[in-house]
């Protein structure tokens, strides 16, 4: 069983940024990608980026030139999502996956953006 646990998510108000981290109890190599995906009040779950293991990455266009899916270079555990820019539309619960989607997911963690 693969345990993912999101951080990072709080409180921010738009135009500011965030990073959200998502450590993984195994090697993101085992799988052929990594997601975050998003789910706001009311509304389906979204992929928000994606990064293959080959490091091809893909936004959701509402989030092209603000955000970046990246993983850590010294820990093979470990993915970001690097959110500028930001706005009130980007609050939600974000999940991150081991694919799109993927087998496992996290509990989530909260961002909201005031205006």
């Known amino acids: 069983q693969v345990q993912l646990v999101e951080s990072g998510g709080g409180l921010v108000q738009a135009g500011g940024s965030l990073r959200l981290s998502c450590a993984v109890s195994?090697?993101?190599?085992?799988?052929?990608?990594m997601a975050w995906y998003r789910q706001a009040p009311g509304k389906q779950r979204e992929l928000v980026a994606s990064r293959a293991i080959g490091g091809i990455t893909n936004y959701a266009d509402s989030v092209k030139g603000r955000f970046t899916i990246s993983r850590d270079n010294a820990k093979n555990t470990v993915v970001y999502l690097q959110m500028n820019s930001m706005k009130p539309e980007d609050t939600a619960v974000y999940y991150c996956?081991?694919?799109?989607?993927?087998?496992?997911w996290g509990q989530g963690t909260q961002v909201t953006v005031s205006s």
């Open positions: 195994a090697s993101i190599f085992s799988f052929n990608a």
């Open positions: 996956t081991t694919g799109t989607p993927g087998r496992y």
